[in-house]
């Protein structure tokens, strides 16, 4: 897709968590290349040199590095990074973590530290965002689910517990937001090669499952949730929210 389909994100400040990630690294350069300053939150310092490589020469990019464990610290990082760039018009709650084990075999603690990371730090970001979205009557606000909603995967309790809860926020703020402009919606990427799929043992069969429940026979791409993310981000989507759109060859039909 050319730049000029997403014409419409031109000059917009998006705050975009776990940006230098797998999923995050190619949606953010584009956003970067159709003339959108991103703000990517993130911590991990090979990632983030890798970003920052591929954005070499396009101006727009800022790095908070941000933890996003320490709500605190969060909530302040932002605040201050909100105030210098002229506040946020697309937020994209992207980071997660994704440990993996029997249910019985987490503690409370650990749970709770996969909820922090994966929605907590989302609404504060929507909270710091929301005063100039309403300001501005406009705003755009893309929470990142993922596939295991759909049930099957087992030993990922707190994760999938974590996407379902930004689900609930997703139907919930854009209720809520419509009036002020602000869509909401939620991306839910299906089994995509990233470091995630580390977690499992048996490649071979990971993959052979993959195949045997995608309608489309191939591997997601990072450019495949860019697509979505560049289209919901835009004046295009004005009129879709409360959406979940899953982007996984077919896994999941509604």
Known sequence: MSADQFGSIAGKTILYTGAAGGLGLESAVRMLRTGAKVVA????????????????????????????????????????????????????????????????????????????????????????????????ERGRIINITSVTLSGGWADLTPYVQSKGALLGLTRSWAREFGRHGITVNAVSPGAFPTDAEKIHADFAAYERRIYDHQAIQRRGAPADIANILMFLASDAASFITGQTINVDGGWVMH
Request: aromatic content about 4%; hydrophobic content about 50%.
């Open 41 to 136: 939150v993130d911590i991990d310092e090979r990632k983030i040199a890798a970003l920052e490589a591929a954005a070499a020469g396009l101006d727009g990019l800022t790095v908070a590095r941000l933890d996003l464990s320490d709500l605190t610290g969060l909530r302040a990082g932002l605040e201050q990074v909100s105030a210098e760039v002229g506040g946020f018009d697309v937020v994209i709650n992207n980071a997660a973590i994704y440990p993996s084990k029997p249910f019985e075999a987490y503690t409370i603690e650990e749970m709770q530290l996969v909820q922090r990371i994966n929605v907590d730090a989302g609404i504060v970001a929507v909270q710091v965002a929301l005063p100039h979205m309403k300001a501005a």
